[in-house]
């Protein structure tokens, strides 16, 4: 059964949604059933759907390979409640779907969730003003330039050298130096612009509220960390508990944190316990809420030709969030990832291996929704197994970003700002420097690459070709010597550019002293 990736945008997980039940409805196979001394037709067990459902969201690139069993059975439980199914007397509604030979169909009615129509409301909040809105400081250079050639056409050339010749004074521009809130709005909107590229949407506000985006946490996580990475917290009350990050520390250095802890059989499971418990009991998932949908937009690029991006937009990211926040999340992922790679660690559950149990215990404290939502779980699962493989790329401090920020801003401050509402004079607002623009390579084929290789050094050799042709200063000796071994290397390139010299008559010559020699009679048996 086909299926395609949704990408970002609006509304993605109920895209996601309608997409599962598609692929379920139109590959779930159905036959008749007899339970009861009853005969159903068109319908199926509950067991073949578990089966049937997992191995398509294993397969399937929106959720991957980490999703269990028992994850499906949730969503089969979901999808009785949503009237996506029902049983064969037709009830609905509850879901105490179970993994038995339960009997169950299709019902007539579309089940597929209505996606809303994004419209701007009357009373809708106004976006708030930012430092790139100001007409008069982002402007490019040459827009500058093209304005001031376009009113200097018309102008009388005695009046345009009277103005040249006026003091330079006269003509600057008041200026005003860098504040601490353009430096912010400077980090927001780079930060912004660069994820808005990355994403390839042509607008955020369908995948992020902008009101929670606040630049001081972006300043703080890319500025204030230590020597491994971590954001480091100016209120520590704000910090994890001293018996957390105790406990924390014990599991991602067992068995060499500590000699003098407990070794009673079970240790180490009561310490996981108590890790996985503070972190259900906090107010919010640690993404926290505002930023959930588009945390579930970015899974959208969790391809395998896509990683790289992936990674790169989960950097920017995971950089709006509060540094308390950010700060929990590099603590839990690099346990989570220590732990599963932790081959003296005594296993934490009888039956889920290390890895599988870190994804599942922690996804539902990493990601989620105020509002339910039907996937939670499954999204989760798959966002929080691509962050433990990859924390360490994803949870850095992006340098060439804060490179790019910190030279951007350090070139405003020797050129200073100019005054908005104060006219130049032609009357037209002043240009300062751009505001830098980002932009990444398409990853194309390695058919597309030997092309592209191949048209641009034939191109390469027709123009050395050409040279040999058209140089006065060399001599006609050296001109057909070079002419030869060309012909020689690239003959194809020859004879499209020289046609009658491509050699109709290849038949080599035999010299007139070859001619006379008799032929050899030939070598027989007889003889």
């Given at each position: 059964?086909s299926?395609?990736?949704?990408?970002?945008?609006?509304?993605?997980?109920?895209?996601?949604?309608?997409?599962?039940?598609?692929?379920?409805?139109?590959?779930?196979?159905?036959?008749?059933?007899?339970?009861?001394?009853?005969?159903?037709?068109?319908?199926?067990?509950?067991?073949?759907?578990?089966?049937?459902m997992?191995?398509?969201?294993?397969?399937?690139?929106?959720f991957?390979?980490?999703?269990?069993?028992?994850?499906?059975?949730?969503?089969?439980?979901?999808?009785?409640?949503?009237?996506?199914?029902?049983?064969?007397?037709?009830?609905?509604g509850?879901?105490?779907l179970?993994?038995?030979?339960?009997?169950?169909?299709f019902?007539?009615?579309?089940?597929?969730?209505?996606?809303?129509?994004?419209?701007?409301?009357?009373g809708?909040?106004?976006?708030?003003?930012?430092?790139?809105?100001?007409?008069?400081f982002?402007?490019?250079?040459?827009?500058?330039?093209?304005?001031?050639?376009?009113?200097?056409?018309?102008v009388?050339?005695?009046?345009?050298?009277?103005?040249?010749?006026?003091?330079?004074?006269?003509?600057?521009?008041?200026?005003?130096?860098?504040?601490?809130?353009?430096?912010?709005?400077?980090?927001r909107?780079?930060?912004?612009?660069?994820?808005q590229?990355i994403?390839?949407?042509?607008?955020?506000?369908?995948?992020?509220?902008?009101?929670?985006?606040?630049?001081?946490?972006?300043?703080?996580?890319?500025?204030?960390?230590?020597?491994?990475?971590?954001?480091?917290?100016?209120?520590?009350t704000?910090?994890?508990?001293?018996?957390?990050l105790?406990?924390m520390?014990?599991?991602?250095?067992?068995?060499?944190?500590?000699?003098?802890?407990?070794?009673?059989?079970?240790?180490?499971?009561?310490?996981?316990?108590?890790?996985?418990?503070?972190?259900?009991?906090?107010?919010?998932?640690?993404?926290?809420?505002?930023?959930?949908?588009?945390?579930?937009n970015?899974?959208?690029?969790?391809?395998p030709?896509?990683?790289?991006?992936?990674?790169?937009?989960?950097?920017?990211?995971?950089?709006?969030?509060?540094?308390?926040?950010?700060?929990?999340?590099?603590?839990?992922?690099?346990?989570?990832?220590r732990?599963?790679?932790?081959?003296?660690?005594?296993?934490?559950?009888?039956?889920?291996g290390?890895?599988?149990?870190?994804?599942?215990?922690?996804?539902g404290?990493?990601?989620?929704?105020?509002?339910?939502?039907?996937?939670?779980?499954?999204?989760?699962?798959?966002?929080?197994?691509?962050?433990?493989?990859?924390?360490?790329s994803?949870?850095?401090?992006?340098?060439?970003?804060?490179s790019?920020?910190?030279?951007?801003?350090?070139?405003?401050?020797?050129?200073?700002?100019?005054?908005?509402?104060?006219?130049?004079?032609?009357?037209?607002?002043?240009?300062?420097?751009?505001?830098?623009?980002?932009?990444?390579?398409?990853?194309?084929?390695?058919?597309?690459?030997?092309q592209?290789k191949?048209?641009?050094?034939?191109?390469?050799?027709?123009?050395?070709?050409?040279?040999?042709?058209?140089?006065?200063?060399?001599?006609?000796?050296?001109?057909c010597?070079?002419?030869?071994?060309?012909?020689?290397?690239?003959?194809?390139?020859?004879?499209?550019?020289?046609?009658?010299?491509?050699?109709?008559?290849?038949?080599p010559?035999?010299?007139?002293?070859?001619?006379?020699?008799?032929?050899?009679?030939?070598?027989?048996?007889r003889?």
């Open positions: 059964m299926s395609h990736v949704i990408t970002p945008g609006p509304y993605r997980a109920t895209k996601l949604w309608n997409e599962v039940t598609r692929l379920f409805r139109a590959g779930m196979p159905v036959r008749k059933h007899r339970q009861n001394f009853r005969h159903h037709s068109a319908c199926f067990t509950a067991s073949a759907a578990v089966d049937w997992h191995q398509l969201l294993r397969s399937n690139s929106n991957g390979p980490d999703v269990t069993r028992q994850q499906t059975v949730q969503l089969l439980k979901k999808f009785l409640k949503n009237h996506v199914v029902e049983d064969v007397k037709g009830r609905w509850t879901e105490d179970e993994d038995n030979n339960t009997l169950y169909r019902p007539s009615t579309s089940p597929l969730k209505p996606i809303p129509c994004p419209a701007s409301a009357p809708s909040i106004k976006k708030k003003s930012s430092f790139r809105d100001k007409e008069s982002f402007r490019f250079r040459s827009i500058k330039k093209q304005l001031e050639k376009e009113t200097q056409e018309n009388d050339p005695a009046l345009q050298a009277a103005g040249e010749n006026e003091p330079i004074g006269e003509q600057q521009v008041p200026r005003r130096e860098l504040t601490v809130e353009d430096e912010q709005e400077i980090w909107d780079i930060t912004l612009t660069h994820l590229r994403l390839g949407v042509a607008s955020l506000n369908d995948v992020l509220d902008q009101r929670y985006v606040n630049p001081q946490n972006i300043i703080h996580n890319m500025t204030k960390v230590n020597k491994h990475g971590v954001v480091t917290l100016d209120d520590k704000n910090d994890l508990p001293h018996w957390v105790s406990a520390k014990s599991l991602a250095n067992w068995p060499k944190y500590d000699n003098a802890q407990p070794s009673y059989p079970g240790f180490e499971r009561d310490v996981f316990k108590t890790v996985s418990d503070y972190f259900y009991s906090l107010p919010q998932p640690v993404l926290t809420y505002e930023l959930y949908e588009l945390f579930i970015v899974l959208g690029l969790l391809q030709q896509c990683e790289r991006v992936a990674i790169e937009a989960l950097q920017l990211c995971t950089l709006l969030l509060p540094p308390n926040s950010r700060r929990k999340l590099q603590l839990l992922m690099r346990m989570m990832s732990i599963s790679q932790n081959v003296d660690m005594p296993r934490l559950h009888p039956v889920i290390t890895r599988t149990l870190m994804v599942h215990t922690f996804s404290c990493v990601l989620g929704s105020a509002e339910e939502c039907d996937l939670d779980e499954l999204l989760a699962t798959r966002l929080v197994s691509f962050l433990m493989d990859h924390q360490h994803i949870l850095s401090v992006p340098e060439y970003l804060l790019a920020i910190n030279d951007h801003i350090q070139y405003l401050r020797t050129v200073q700002v100019p005054i908005d509402g104060v006219p130049n004079v032609d009357g037209i607002n002043p240009a300062c420097v751009p505001m830098p623009m980002y932009a990444f390579c398409r990853q194309i084929s390695g058919a597309e690459f030997e592209q191949l048209a641009s050094s034939q191109k390469a050799m027709e123009e050395l070709l050409e040279m040999l042709l058209t140089d006065r200063n060399m001599s006609e000796k050296d001109r010597k070079k002419l030869k071994q060309f012909q020689k290397q690239y003959p194809d390139i020859y004879c499209r550019r020289l046609p009658s010299s491509d050699g109709t008559n290849n038949k010559k035999i010299k007139a002293p070859l001619l006379n020699i008799k032929k050899s009679k030939a070598f027989s048996i003889n």
